[in-house]
């Protein structure tokens, strides 16, 4: 039996895990990976900044 399992995941800016604005909280959240590691990707490479920023633009906080 083939099975197709479909997660119900979304990605959303954390309410409780931010520093600024939540993205990378979120991101740990999504990917079950600490928060720091993709705190230290972006602000500390080249064009991460820029691509936190817009980012945030497009990913909603979390409703509740």
Request: glycine fraction near 10%; aromatic fraction near 18%; charged fraction near 15%.
């Amino acid at each position: 039996i083939n099975e197709v399992i479909f997660m119900d995941k979304k990605l959303y800016r954390s309410t409780n895990d931010r520093v600024f604005l939540g993205l990378c909280g979120g991101l740990g959240e999504f990917f079950g990976i600490n928060p720091l590691a993709f705190r230290l990707i972006f602000f500390f490479s080249g064009p991460g900044l820029l691509a936190y920023l817009i980012l945030c633009a497009f990913v909603p906080e979390k409703p509740y």
